[in-house]
């Protein structure tokens, strides 16, 4: 029997600003497995954030031309800012086998799971609204009005956890990326999305 490859696979982590993605990403890549996508943003950048690592910034007319070159495999709005994921970059890593980690929020992760209904949605939450509130203000990046926007955000944002996959309560970052780890390790085993599966009923096109 030839060598059989394993595809890659869509893994979508969102969450309220400030529920710890930011930490908790930072925990869980580099590594061998996870290829982490850099989102495009019209949002402007925060100190410290870099071009090309942090996101690729750019202007709502540049937005809008990769919108119409097709060039991103989902976008929305947040917060008065476009985000979208550039779509070249995740076609090669799941090529590569990777487990590709997209940081978005939950209209862009059900415009993926829409297309896509094999990708893994993660929804990590802080242990209460109040923590929530404590790390917005304490990270000190935004303005008092974009925090309220945000919280208000949050709070819509929740009500939206039921379409995800797995809940992840960030109280301790350690436990929360060992439980990332596991739930990637645990999809990855299942029949449906591997090459032994597709080859030996040779399906077109895996999904779970
Ligand atoms: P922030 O401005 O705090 O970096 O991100 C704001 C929100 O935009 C977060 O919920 C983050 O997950 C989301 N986001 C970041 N990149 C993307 C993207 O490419 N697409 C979508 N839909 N949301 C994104």
């Not at 930490?23 to 925060?46: C, G, H, I, M, Q």
């Not at 009005?145 to 709070?155: Q, V």
Request: hydrophobic share 35%; charged share 30%; aromatic share 8%.
């Amino acid at each position: 029997m030839d060598k059989i490859t394993e595809k890659g696979m869509l893994l979508i982590i969102s969450g309220p600003s400030g529920s710890g993605k930011g930490v908790v990403l930072k925990e869980l890549l580099p590594s061998d497995n996870f290829a982490l996508s850099v989102s495009v943003t019209t949002r402007r950048p925060r100190a410290g954030e870099v071009h090309g690592k942090d996101y690729f910034f750019c202007t709502t007319e540049q937005f809008f031309d990769k919108i119409k070159n097709d060039e991103l495999l989902e976008h929305a709005t947040f917060v008065g800012n476009y985000y979208g994921t550039p779509r070249a970059y995740v076609q090669e890593q799941i090529d590569a086998g990777k487990t590709v980690v997209l940081e978005i929020d939950v209209n862009g992760a059900l415009q993926v799971k829409e297309k896509f209904p094999e990708s893994v949605l993660i929804f990590l939450m802080p242990p209460t609204m109040q923590e929530l509130r404590g790390r917005l203000v304490g990270r000190n990046t935004e303005t008092a009005e974009t925090i309220e926007d945000r919280l208000h955000r949050a709070s819509e944002e929740v009500k939206l956890i039921e379409k995800y996959d797995y809940l992840v309560i960030n109280d301790e970052v350690k436990t929360a990326v060992n439980k990332i780890r596991l739930i990637a390790q645990v999809e990855r085993l299942k029949p449906c999305r591997s090459g032994y599966a597709v080859k030996l009923f040779n399906k077109e096109r895996n999904s779970c």
